[in-house]
T-cell receptor, first 115, second 113 residues
């Protein structure tokens, strides 16, 4: 499969659960991102990994924990979330490094509902 | 940091009409301005972009204009079709070793047949 793929596409969890979102890119990119998309709000950048190092963490609560084991995979570990964390979580990738153009390639997203 | 404002939040047009969406940005160092289209239930996808050394760029029915002095840029869609119905996001960033896009809130465009 090509592009950016995310699993699961839909997730329902209780506030005490622990779950993970997975993202995989097949584009040979060196930078990966987690964005949160809520209704009537701009896309919110959560984390950036460039060359497998976290380079940005935009004041995200510690109940969200990212992991980037290699340049093709990105995880978002979720623990003791709140109902207001319900949203669409989008993964994206870009060229990264000296070849960075600024263009983001998004996955289809994981729709998270916290009960 | 960068702040991007986008207007209008919703736009309804008749098929065949033109549509214009406007954005302003705050950081004069920003030099890359893309537009993304997100259809219902789908991923955002880049439709056109412009860099600060260019004032206008066209691709078939869509065009983007940039006014660096006023720090605003606009998306123009001519001869709109029902399949143009989607949410459109503008964004701004500066050169870096990774993307630093700041997005606007989005414009929901509805094209009626």
């Amino acid at each position: 499969e090509t592009g950016v793929t995310q699993t699961p596409r839909h997730l329902v969890m209780g506030m005490t659960n622990k779950k993970s979102l997975k993202c995989e890119q097949h584009l040979g990119h060196n930078a990966m991102y987690w964005y949160k998309q809520s209704a009537k709000k701009p896309l919110e950048l959560m984390f950036v990994y460039s060359l497998e190092e976290r380079v940005e963490n935009n004041s995200v609560p510690s109940r969200f924990s990212p992991e980037c084991p290699n340049s093709s995979h990105l995880f978002l570990h979720l623990h003791t979330l709140q109902p207001e964390d319900s949203a669409l979580y989008l993964c994206a990738s870009s060229q990264g490094g000296a070849r960075e153009t600024g263009e983001l390639f998004f996955g289809e997203g994981s729709r998270l509902t916290v009960l | 940091g960068e702040n991007v404002e986008q207007h209008p939040s919703t736009l309804s047009v008749q098929e065949g009409d033109s549509a214009v969406i406007k954005c302003t940005y705050s950081d004069s160092a920003s030099n890359y301005f893309p537009w993304y289209k997100q259809e219902l239930g789908k991923r955002p996808q880049l439709i056109i972009d412009i860099r600060s050394n260019v004032g206008e760029k066209k691709d078939q029915r869509i065009a983007v204009t940039l006014n660096k002095t006023a720090k605003h840029f606009s998306l123009h869609i001519t001869e709109t079709q029902p399949e143009d119905s989607a949410v459109y996001f503008c964004a701004a960033s500066m050169n870096s070793g990774y993307s630093t896009l700041t997005f606007g809130k989005g414009t929901m465009l509805l094209v009626s047949p």
